[in-house]
């Protein structure tokens, strides 16, 4: 008679233990269907840019990364308290719907395709609260990248970054014996006259690269300082790469 309300009582908190396992799945499941279907052409319009658009090229692998760095910091979303925070959630994700219907009305393609992130940040403290989004927003945030909102910037680094890829390439030419002389951003090499183009100044290259170091220095290094310095190589070493290019092509001629 002891033994029986026992096993009575595991019967009955079984299911209940299975519902509560079930629902954050589901919850999940029907976020992510959501989120297709208000943002399947802009996720199409999103890879249109990829594929066409050479300066965005490395955004196919943008979300890769993301999902590898989410999946990384995985563990420590088990461990934190998942607990839906609609104070923040629910006003994120409205702005990131309102930036949404703003760019389809107004045809401002690039808002909608932010609203995407803007979005998936207010979801993710809807489903998961505010700790499991802290540990996650290095993820999110790295979505951006993806977004061709960045001509601008992009924009005004191209002359200086002409002028710096021309300086290196011509001291790289002196070096190896080559007679070369630079007016602004072109090289005259006996016989020969080099124009460094935006397409050659490196910014894209440099661009490219800035998202391929970004998520290695935030998952292998474990100080701020340290994840500095890698960027730093890395602009260096981007410039650098750039004017042996440009060199090797006066050298050749």
């Known amino acids: 008679h002891i033994a029986e309300p026992g096993v009575l009582l595991e019967e009955t908190h079984a299911p209940l233990q299975s519902t509560m396992t079930r629902y954050p799945l589901a919850a ?11 943002y399947g052409g802009v996720i199409a319009s999103l890879m249109n840019v990829w594929s066409t658009n050479f300066l965005y090229s490395y955004g196919f692998a943008v979300p890769v990364i993301a999902a590898y760095i989410a999946w990384t910091r995985a563990h420590e979303s088990r461990t934190l308290n998942a607990t839906p925070d609609y104070t923040f959630g629910v006003p994120v994700t409205l702005a990131g719907m309102a930036m949404l219907v703003t760019g389809r009305l107004g045809a401002i393609i690039v808002l909608e395709q932010a609203s995407l992130v803007v979005t998936l940040a207010g979801l993710v403290l809807l489903l998961f609260g505010s700790d499991v989004f802290k540990s996650q927003r290095f993820s999110i945030a790295y979505l951006l990248l993806m977004v061709p909102m960045w ?25 190896v014996g080559v007679p070369a002389f630079r007016q602004a951003t072109t090289i005259l090499v006996p016989g020969h006259t080099f124009a460094v183009l935006q397409e050659c100044s490196g910014v ?8 391929m170091v970004l998520p290695v220095a935030y998952l292998w290094l474990d100080t701020y300082a340290r994840r500095v310095a890698l960027f730093v190589v890395a602009v260096v070493v ?8 440009i060199a090797l092509v006066g050298w050749l001629a």
């Open 238 to 245: 981007g410039y650098l790469s750039n004017g042996v290019r």
């Open 204 to 211: 894209n290259q440099l661009i490219a690269l800035t998202a």
């Open 28 to 38: 999940v499941a029907i976020a992510i269907t959501a989120l297709g279907l208000c």
């Open 151 to 175: 001509s601008y910037a992009i924009g005004q680094l191209q002359d200086p970054s002409r002028v710096l890829s021309t300086k290196i390439a011509v001291s790289l030419l002196h070096a």
